[in-house]
């Protein structure tokens, strides 16, 4: 069985994944036994037009990546990535820094909610002080420590909430 899916001969120096049909003459894919147009054979089995695929794939490594379903290669990969933060700083976007205070924010957040539960009166102001120094904390690093420093210089007066 594996003589008979060896391909007989493929051209591997045509770089091409497709061919012009025989019979009705319009472009079909090289590696697929039948012609998607009309039907016509082009390899013996789908499993010997495989074989000649991978004989063919292999013998240039840039062709690793292509499909024998394909009429062409695979375009090669564009850089597309986008720096978001750069972007929004020449566009004069605000962006507020990435950041791990809003968690701390939060859970300051919490114990002043524990504070508003009609416990008795020292465990709600213990819970209130440690809510509000957590909460302040959280948001005195993230807007004047974290943010000041990811846009030091431009600060000006109508942002005056902000920076100071
Ligand atoms: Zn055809």
């Known amino acids: ?27 079909t894919q090289r590696f ?4 998607r147009n009309c039907g016509y054979k082009l390899w013996p089995s789908s499993e010997m037009a495989s074989a000649a695929f991978k004989a063919w794939r292999d013998a240039d490594p840039s062709r690793a990546a292509a499909s024998r379903f394909d009429l062409d290669l695979p375009p090669p990969p564009i850089d597309d990535t986008v720096d978001f933060a750069e972007r929004a700083h020449t566009l004069g976007i605000h962006l507020f820094p990435n950041s791990n ?27 209130a002080v440690i809510g509000g120094l957590i909460f302040l904390y959280g948001v005195v690093g993230w807007v004047l420590v974290e943010d000041v420093r990811m846009y030091p210089s431009d600060s000006p007066p109508t942002q005056g909430e902000v920076h100071h």
Do not use: H, W
């Open 32 to 35: 697929i036994d039948q012609c």
């Open 101 to 127: 205070y809003p968690f701390i924010i939060c859970v300051g957040m919490f114990f002043l909610g524990l504070a508003a539960i009609p416990f008795s009166a020292p465990a709600r102001i213990t819970m």
């Open 1 to 27: 069985m594996a003589v008979a899916k060896k391909p007989r001969y493929v051209d591997v120096t045509n770089p091409s994944l497709s061919v012009e049909c025989p019979r009705c003459g319009l472009i």
